[in-house]
């Protein structure tokens, strides 16, 4: 019998997930072309913003695809289940909280909110965080705390994982 798409999916997330970090990257050089060729000095700067892409938003990926094909991790619903002590697992959540910890020398420490407001603002939509430094401070510890939040339940609730 042919696996479902939606099994299919839960067995292959960290490939779609590349997939979609790849699209995403490739997005980000597509919109920024025109501010490039208006101002060629920023080209390095853009091209920071697209490799720095691909490499902290890959990696989790990748550390979650060598669990999957290499380690027998069954499906994504086992890394809500840390506390299982799956080495792959833990892998996996160790290197989020790492992007998180260079996250935040880079958002506080290494002026990386005013790169964002400067390099990643006009790319997109301006919003009531992402148009000031300080608005893009608010908006990356919010946003900590909600990823803190949920790695917390992973850690302490004992989540159900479905059968496949």
Request: charge should be positive; aromatic fraction near 18%.
């Amino acid at each position: 019998m042919m696996p479902s798409i939606i099994e299919f999916a839960f067995k292959n997330f960290w490939l779609l997930a590349i997939i979609i970090t790849l699209i995403n990257a490739y997005y980000f050089k597509v919109r920024s072309r025109s501010l490039v060729r208006d101002n060629p000095d920023l080209k390095d700067d853009y091209n920071k913003v697209f490799w720095g892409t691909i490499v902290f938003l890959g990696i989790p990926w990748l550390v979650m695809g060598i669990g999957m094909t290499i380690g027998g991790i069954p499906t994504v619903f086992h890394f809500f289940r840390p506390r299982d002590g799956n080495p792959y697992v833990i892998a996996f959540h160790l290197n989020i909280i790492i992007i998180w910890i260079l996250s935040i020398i880079w958002i506080y420490f290494k002026d990386g909110a005013n790169f964002w407001v400067k390099y990643i603002t006009p790319l997109g939509r301006q919003t009531l965080f992402t148009g000031s430094v300080l608005g893009v401070k608010i908006w990356f510890a919010l946003s900590l705390l909600g990823g803190i939040a949920g790695m917390a339940m992973m850690w302490l609730i004992n989540i159900p994982v479905p059968n496949f």
